[in-house]
C-alpha cells in the first residue's frame, strides 16, 4: 500500500541551526501538506502546497519556515533558524484532489520529531 | 471559535464494550468533510473513517461508526466491541471546501481512550 515516508524520524538541533524535514509523498497525490504537533496538544495545520507552490499558509508558519519540492518526489520543510518552541512533532502528509473518487482524504507520514536544545 | 470540539479529553472503556467519542463542529459551508484519525503511542496518525456532509447514510468502517447528526453539527466517532489496540489518542477533523481553502483539516484537541482489560 503506497504511503507517505518521512526523514528523520527524530533530530535533535542546537536552538539556531538550520534543520530541513523531509517527505516523500505518495506519488499520485497533488496536495501536499505540513502539520505540527507540540507535545500533548493538538495536530496544526502549517502549509499547503499544490502545483509547486504555497497555497495556504497559517500564522505559524513564518518567515522562518519555507517548503519546497525539489525534484517530482520530495516535499521539504525548512526552519531556518529554530527556536526552542519549534520542539514538536512534523508530520507531512498528501492528498490526491477534492472530487472524484474516494474522500480527499490526507495521508500521514509517521513524522518527523524535532527537539530543540 | 473553535471549530472542532471534542469536549472529552480522556475515557476509559472495558474491553468489548462499546465507547462514544464527541466530536462537534462549526461551519457555515455546506459542504464538508469530517475525519476520525488515531494516534497511538507511537505517534503516526492513523485514518479511521470519513462522512461528507451530503452523505445522508452515517459512515461505517468496520467497527468504527460516525453518528452524524447535521442538524446538531456532531459527529461522534462509535467504536464497538473495544479492543486493547484501541487505546490511543483519537483526533476529530473537518475540512472546510471554501474557495480559498486548501483541503487543508482543522483537527480538534482529541480524546485519550484507555481500554481497560
Known amino acids: 500500500e503506497p504511503e507517505v515516508t518521512q526523514t528523520p524520524s527524530h533530530q535533535v538541533t542546537q536552538m539556531g541551526q538550520e534543520v530541513i524535514l523531509r517527505c516523500v509523498p505518495i506519488?499520485?497525490?497533488?496536495?501536499f501538506y505540513w502539520y505540527r504537533q507540540i507535545l500533548g496538544q493538538k495536530v496544526e495545520f502549517l502549509v499547503s502546497f499544490y502545483n509547486n507552490e504555497i497555497s495556504e499558509k497559517s500564522e505559524i508558519f513564518d518567515d522562518q519556515f519555507s517548503v519546497e519540492r525539489p525534484d517530482g518526489s520530495n516535499f521539504t520543510l525548512k526552519i531556518r533558524s529554530t527556536k526552542l518552541e519549534d520542539s514538536a512533532m512534523y508530520f507531512c502528509a498528501s492528498s490526491e484532489a477534492w472530487g472524484g473518487e474516494g474522500t480527499g482524504e490526507l495521508f500521514f507520514g509517521e513524522g518527523s520529531r524535532l527537539t530543540v536544545l | 471559535a473553535q471549530k472542532i470540539t471534542q469536549t472529552q479529553p480522556g475515557m476509559f472503556v472495558q474491553e468489548k464494550e462499546a465507547v462514544t467519542l464527541d466530536c462537534t463542529y462549526d461551519t457555515s459551508d455546506q459542504s464538508y468533510g469530517l475525519f476520525w484519525y488515531k494516534q497511538p503511542s507511537s505517534g503516526e496518525m492513523i485514518f479511521l473513517i470519513y462522512q461528507g456532509s451530503y452523505d445522508e447514510q452515517n459512515a461505517t468502517e468496520g467497527r468504527y461508526s460516525l453518528n452524524f447528526q447535521k442538524a446538531r453539527k456532531s459527529a461522534n466517532l462509535v467504536i464497538s466491541a473495544s479492543q486493547l489496540g484501541d487505546s490511543a489518542m483519537y483526533f476529530c477533523?473537518?475540512?472546510?471546501?471554501?474557495?480559498?481553502?486548501?483541503?487543508?483539516?482543522?483537527f480538534g484537541s482529541g480524546t485519550r481512550l484507555l481500554v481497560r482489560p
Open positions: 477533523a473537518m475540512r472546510e471546501h471554501a474557495m480559498d481553502s486548501s483541503y487543508k483539516l482543522i
Open positions: 506519488s499520485n497525490h497533488l496536495y
